[in-house]
């Protein structure tokens, strides 16, 4: 046994997390279904690095050191059962399996606890930043034992991404399936970021009149301030690109249908069953899925309403800066219900996930990396319960200073006839939490009547009924 480590499913993912490991010293164990993938990877890139190819499970984790570290990079889902199934049965106690796939955390927390009854550590480990990312350095999210950090973690800090002040973009989050509850909640966020820029991008074209190439321009402004992400300067690239075929701008010719693979999908339905509302996702979940409705939307193009009028140039330019404003602000929101979400799952599966820990490793190397993640970080640094990001006066008062232009935004929006879905929930969140009295009142006076459901009272403790069907007078009940 020489590998330290060993990867097995060498797909894209699986073949540059390996490189990784090797280019950092570390020898690698490689098995694959299909043994031509491991030959191919020797053969491309074996002057990287110490390499062990293997062709069976067998010669696999026999080339592994022990405590044996062995990586799973293989399709989501029942690939990954498989994988384990074979594997198991051949390691020792104190052994570790990273599961660094995307897998639904309830998976993990059931492979954790099958395995853990035989000594095996099985660690559910969130990967994050594409095939680049897996080769250069990832955003990192862990879960599973401590003890199995402990043997795991220097290695996964010398493959991580670096945040600018240096730090390793991995930390442990959690026992079983924390880390990889992080990391959905951390592509539903990605999908609201998405879905904000797509309005954005949207509200400069149709109200501001503006061409993507100038659009562009915009995005790489931007990107220079408190907007400065991956996400916003990947923007600008696409929309700077003309199609080489055509001549037209790239986003012209592209299908207007998202597609999704079911990361967001399951962020949004995990928060209804927590009860925590992620409207910002959702409302991005939504919006692909109408996008691909594509004979619902050829049904509906004699349905009325405005066409935008695109603004004069002076106007047009204010407007965009008022878009930064509603595009910041409704971030904000976002970030505030994703990080809602995981200290609900962290509360209710008892997990203690350190908050500013998470988004201090979503610095770099991951697909929302963000300098804004440095303030959430600091907000959590300066306040560890904080109730939500929103509760904190740097957020606070940040969204207090792009209010009225986020709200412009969204008036011009609806009556020049563009969906800001995401835009609109934000703002409907905010004021709905700064509300001093809601509609949830006459909603549980309706429920009461029809259903007898009982309500609460402002003025006194108890549970009440109205006889609504005989004399009205009020029961405790
Ligand atoms: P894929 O998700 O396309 O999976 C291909 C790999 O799974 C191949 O190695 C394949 O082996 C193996 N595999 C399959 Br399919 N069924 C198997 C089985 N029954 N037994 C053993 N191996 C099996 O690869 P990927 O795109 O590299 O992604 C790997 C994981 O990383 C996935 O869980 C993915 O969700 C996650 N992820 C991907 C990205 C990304 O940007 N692509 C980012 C973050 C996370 P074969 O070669 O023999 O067919």
Known sequence: ASAQIGVTGLAVMGRNLARNFAR????VALHNRTAAKTRALVEEFGDEGSFVPTESA???VAALERPRRLVVMVKAGEATDAVIDEFAPLLEEGDMIVDGGNAHFADTRRRERKLRERGIHFVGTGISGGEEGALNGPSIMPGGS??????????????????????????????DGAGHFVKMVHN???YADMQLIGEAYQLLRDVAGYSPARIADVFRTWNTGRLDSYLIEITAEVLKHSDPKTGKPFVDVVADAAEQKGTGRWTVQIALDLGVPVSGIAE???ARSLSGHTALREASGHLSGPTPKPLEEAEAARFADQVEQALYASKIVSYTQGFHEIAAGSAEYGWDIDLGAVASIWRAGCIIRAAFLDRITAAYARQPELPSL??????ASEVEG???DWRDVIGTAVRQGVATPGFSTALAYYD?????????????????????HTYQRVDRDGTFHTLWGGDRSEVES
């Open 24 to 27: 950092h010293g570390y020898t």
């Open 58 to 60: 067998e010669e696999f």
């Open 146 to 175: 401590k003890e199995s950090y402990k043997a795991l973690g220097p290695m996964l800090e010398k493959i991580a991404a670096k945040a600018e002040d240096g730090a390793p973009c991995v930390t442990h989050i959690g026992p």
């Open 188 to 190: 539903g966020i990605e």
């Open 284 to 286: 991005a979940v939504f």
């Open 390 to 395: 929103l509760s904190d006066p740097r957020f």
């Open 402 to 404: 792009a209010q009225g």
């Open 432 to 452: 709905a939490l700064r509300a001093p009295r809601l509609p949830a009142a006459l909603t549980q006076a309706q429920r009461d009547y029809f259903g007898a």
